[in-house]
């Protein structure tokens, strides 16, 4: 580590004696590209406006262009960045939500969007905050470019440690006078056998003078999400079954501990607008004015059939048989229909769950340019809620024997009898009734100083930035549900969940319109809440960051680049309950604790480009960078799974990563459109940040909310009659340093007049902890193909995206860190474009209907496996 930091100090001491360039947390030299977007037409325009971005860049970097006026390369912003050199992707839900760069941890890669963060509320109930941004918030039609920075300059926000983000809207004088956009289209996913329709609208306007203008952007989006798949809560050895002992089986074997059919159902509206005002009275002064609002609604419905064979003693007694497979996993069993046991106990949670995320934000930027000073600055608000974030649930339980398979479930002995909806429900606990309060804002100011040199040194920058990021955690979960029967809340004829077992694929489904009317029309006890689900998840956080920096952009010759210091003061207020014994509602100020920590750090950064003017280009960059974990890390909460007795929390004992990252590219720019470039990464990493599980001794809810089943309860897992249990819980620790090191290849050419081309590239990413694990998210191996022809009015694009397996976390709070299997997405795309007005595009994605494999370790040891249907788009588009 001593060798990478005073690599790093020499390299900027050795740039000092050298000595030209930009501002906004952007990349380039001057933005060339800015005006130039407007021309953009098709793919090969597109290319052309990516690489001039890229080769003008001080920084090691990549871009994205809009092929066309109100039309980003792909239905979602993290899909068009698959194709970028050392971006990859998670797709749990069937498309993009996250990108690693450089083989990081998505979490650890900062967005921006003109400049300003944008807070983000999650939608899905019980998950927890990243810091990572989920690209599928913004409409792809509201960008005009997106750049992905992988080195780093004193100027850019800290906080990213694989690469920054910079997505750039349209600003209404680089567009002409009522120049606008439409688009009408209908999104269908093959699984879920349905559509919806989506609609976009663009328009710009400014005054003859071109001193002022607006531009307006609106988007309705509507898609279908249908997650169908198998999911195993974890395994135990064959030894805790001491009914089912037999000759020849291991007792370390590991058996699962239930085998579920999980089918997650979801219609994901989005409706956004983007207004930007610009107003320019003269050359050397500018402002500009953002308004954002974003409403989603995320409601889903989520339904699991699953035996716990370790649920209670009883049911462990009940299991008479286990079938040992290959490589000391046990593959099959049965248990018995002992009911008064426990034997033979199958769960069917049902989770229907309300979402609606708000996201609102307003920046206001201003610039001035002498012809020796400048100066600019940024201040703003972005605020993002999800306040009544609701579960209605219930789990109806049956009673009866039945064998299973770990390749395809569970089979009813009496298959009649588990049809029968009379059989499946509880006179002693149905469900409850949670409710979610999440909130997310950043409030940010910023300042730069620019003063042109003469000299090699020929621009020196400064200035000041200040972001206050707050956010805000609560649960309250209520009980007051009816005791019945499905008989009684009412089912709507069977499931069809792919890869099961008839018994066990095509169950009684109860429908989300049955569960929430259950649920309502119950005596609900609304006055109090269960006390240990708000104690251990209500927390909140706040962190006020407060940089300076210097820069010195220089120009000698054939050698560019800067040299720069950043000057980093972080502050955390981390706040949660603290309490012992029982958990009660009462005295809560007493209970409510605040840590505070604060950090300071000193980030050099040297970004060195050699031009020989030949079309070749060779770069090196080196940088101090620091990233913070996930706010909910930072803060002692706790989210308990009270049924498989796993959990996840918090450590406000956290420091934050810290890494030294160097860059080595070399580019040739050999014709129109093309280039053939490689680059190498290291990154030496401090304060690396694991998840390890630990047994730690918590309050069960179940004890006051399911007698019943809290009796069954007590004798296992160390549950006692006082409440506590011993549960694994999976808490964040600094483990020491890391070494993430790899290379990117990237070929791109237009192969003459041909209408052909093709972009691909190639990346290598080989990074571990200090113990040796894995890092999380990082595939040693990722591919990128995509060719392409246009020709005339028409355009044709296939995609292709390949990634190694890699590590990731498990699905249920608290579980172990899975591995994903490696992943392959084909996609497809075919346009007319009929005049300059009117065009037409047919998408389609997942088309190899690929499926998406996490296990624990070893593949005979499969955790989940989810298959989410190819989608399919059809979109008309009207340029005006």
């Known amino acids: 580590m001593s060798y990478s930091k005073s690599l790093l100090s020499a390299a900027v001491a050795s740039c000092l004696a050298f000595a030209a360039q930009a501002q906004e947390p952007a990349s380039g030299r001057d933005d060339p590209t800015e005006l130039d977007a407007i021309t953009v037409v098709g793919i090969r325009a597109s290319l052309e406006r990516s690489l001039d971005t890229k080769r003008n860049n001080d920084t090691v970097s990549e871009a994205i262009t809009a092929e066309d006026i109100g039309k980003f390369p792909n239905t979602n912003v993290a899909e068009a960045m698959s194709q970028i050199p050392g971006v990859a992707l998670d797709r749990r839900f069937g498309q993009g939500e996250r990108v690693s760069i450089d083989g990081t941890d998505p979490s650890l890669n900062l967005t921006f969007l003109d400049g300003r963060p944008i807070a983000q509320a999650i939608w899905l109930y019980g998950e927890q905050p990243s810091r990572g941004f989920d690209h599928t918030l913004l409409a792809p039609q509201i960008l005009g470019r997106l750049e992905v920075i992988k080195s780093s300059e004193a100027r850019l926000p800290e906080g990213s440690l694989g690469g920054t983000v910079l997505m750039h809207t349209r600003q209404p004088l680089d567009l002409e006078a009522n120049e606008g956009a439409a688009s009408i289209g209908y999104s269908y996913n093959d699984q879920a056998s349905s559509g919806a329709p989506n609609a976009s609208l663009l328009y710009s306007w400014k005054n003859p003078a071109e001193t002022f203008g607006v531009a307006v952007s609106a988007q309705r989006f509507e898609e279908k999400i249908d997650r169908q798949g198998m999911e195993i809560f974890g395994y135990a050895p064959a030894s805790t079954f001491a009914n089912a002992a037999a000759p020849g089986l291991d007792p370390d074997a590991m058996v699962p501990n239930s085998i579920n059919a999980a089918w997650f159902q979801q219609e994901r509206e989005r409706d956004s607008a983007v207004v930007n005002l610009q107003l320019k009275p003269s050359d050397a002064l500018e402002f500009k004015l953002q308004g954002l609002y974003i409403r989603e609604n995320f409601d889903n419905y989520n339904q699991s059939l699953y035996s716990f064979l370790t649920w209670n003693d009883g049911t462990v007694d009940a299991v008479d048989r286990l079938d040992q497979g290959p490589n000391g996993v046990v593959v099959g069993g049965h248990s018995g229909p002992n009911a008064d046991a426990g034997g033979g106990t199958v769960l069917y949670d049902n989770n229907v769950r309300v979402s609606e995320v708000t996201t609102k934000g307003l920046d206001l930027r201003g610039s001035w340019q002498g012809d020796i000073w400048g100066v600019s600055g940024q201040i703003g608000r972005s605020k993002s809620d999800n306040d009544n974030m609701a579960q209605y649930f219930i789990e109806p339980v049956y009673n009866g024997g039945f064998s299973w398979s770990i390749d395809d479930g569970i089979r009813f002995d009496d298959p009649d009898a588990a049809r029968d909806p009379a059989n499946w429900g509880s006179d002693g606990w149905l469900g409850n009734n949670g409710v979610f309060s999440t909130e997310s804002e950043n409030r940010y100011g910023q300042v730069d100083f620019s003063v042109r040199l003469p000299g090699a040194f020929n621009l020196l920058r400064f200035g000041a930035r200040q972001v206050k990021h707050e956010e805000r955690f609560a649960l309250n979960v209520y009980g007051g549900v009816r005791t019945g029967f499905l008989d009684e809340v009412g089912t709507i004829g069977p499931t069809d969940i792919r890869g099961f077992h008839p018994d066990h694929g095509r169950h009684l489904q109860v429908g989300r319109d049955n569960v929430i009317d259950w649920i309502r029309n119950s005596p609900m006890d609304y006055a109090n809440p269960d006390p240990g689900s708000y104690l251990n998840n209500t927390w909140a956080l706040e962190q006020t960051n407060t940089a300076g920096y210097v820069q010195g952009d220089f120009s000698t010759g054939l050698l560019r680049g800067n040299v720069g210091l950043r000057y980093v003061e972080s502050k955390i207020d981390g706040s949660g309950f603290a309490y012992g014994g029982t958990p009660t509602l009462d005295d809560l100020d007493s209970k409510w604790q605040t840590r505070t920590g604060k950090d300071d750090f000193l980030l050099p950064s040297v970004n060195l480009v050699l031009d020989p003017g030949n079309d070749w280009l060779f770069r090196f960059a080196a940088a101090k960078v620091i990233a913070w974990a996930p706010y909910n890390q930072l803060v ?191 996609g497809a795309s075919i346009g007319w474009r009929f005049d300059d007005q009117w065009s037409i595009a047919f998408d389609a994605m997942n088309l190899l209907d690929e499926e998406y494999f996490q296990y624990l370790g070893d593949k005979s040891m499969p955790a989940n496996r989810y298959h989410t249907g190819r989608r399919y788009m059809a979109t008309v588009h009207l340029r005006f």
């Open 636 to 826: 002692n909460n706790t989210f308990l799974n009270d049924t498989v007795l796993t959990g996840a929390g918090g450590n406000a004992e956290l420091s934050p990563y810290e890494s030294t990252n160097f860059n080595l590219a070399a580019e040739w720019y050999f014709a129109p459109q093309s280039v053939l470039a490689a680059s190498v990464f290291y990154k030496d990493i401090d304060n690396y940040i694991d998840t390890d599980p630990a047994i730690e001794r918590h309050y069960n809810s179940i004890r006051d909310n399911d007698p019943t089943a809290w009796a069954g309860l007590v004798g296992s897992r160390g549950c006692t009659e006082d409440g506590y249990c011993d549960y694994s819980i999976s808490r964040p620790r600094n483990a020491g340093g890391g070494k993430v090191k790899g290379f990117n290849l990237s070929y791109q050419q237009a192969f003459g007049d041909s209408g052909f081309g093709l972009t691909s590239n190639y990346t290598y990413a080989d990074g571990e902890n200090n113990t040796g694990n894995p890092l999380p998210y990082q595939s040693e191996h990722s591919i990128a193909l995509s060719p392409y022809y246009e020709q005339g009015p028409l355009s044709a694009r296939l995609t292709y995206n390949w990634r190694d397996h890699y590590l990731a976390g498990g699905y249920v709070a608290g579980a172990a860190p899975a591995s994903v299997d490696a992943y392959a997405e084909l």
